[in-house]
């Protein structure tokens, strides 16, 4: 049988709550936007790059965004022992490039545990806590700020990527 990946239900977050539950909010309605544009599609479609020469593709967003989530939250912020996604040999877009359909549900399952550690990493910590990675010193804030966005400006690729594939479109 193959793999498809899985219907989501994306969560309603409040507009008027206090800050680290709206940033939470925001952050968890674009994690599972990013799914639910990948819902009923099979491994095959989810590696399938439909705009060449973009080397775009959802699985290589499961798989690059798992990276991000990682780097931020567990490895710069918590400053856990985390090993990279990647071997650093293998190039920075080895996230988007290394695509084997046969990895489809492995990655994406992996997307949903990474998310658990990061929000772990976060938990019980102030957005106001400190960090410093590359010499700047940061905030946990930031971090929230930074991966909304990128989530932001990747689901507008999945948005374009799954009209491609099958014609769907909407948020």
Known sequence: MTWRAPAVERPDGSLTAPERELLQGYLDFYRTTLLFKCAGLTAEQLAERPSPPSNL?????????????????????????????????????????????????????????EWKLSDEAAADHSLDDRFTFGGTESTLRMIYIHLIGEYGRHCGHADLLREQLDGTTGA
Do not use: C, M, N
């Not at 699985?59 to 090993?83: M, N, Q, S, Y």
């Open 57 to 113: 593709s959802l699985l290589g967003l499961i798989r690059h965004l798992t990276k991000v989530e990682r780097i931020w939250f567990r490895i710069h912020f918590a400053d856990a022992p985390a090993d990279p996604l990647f071997a650093p040999e293998l190039g920075k877009d080895a996230d988007f490039e290394l695509i084997d359909p046969a990895d489809a549900q492995a990655a994406y399952e992996g997307l949903i545990e």
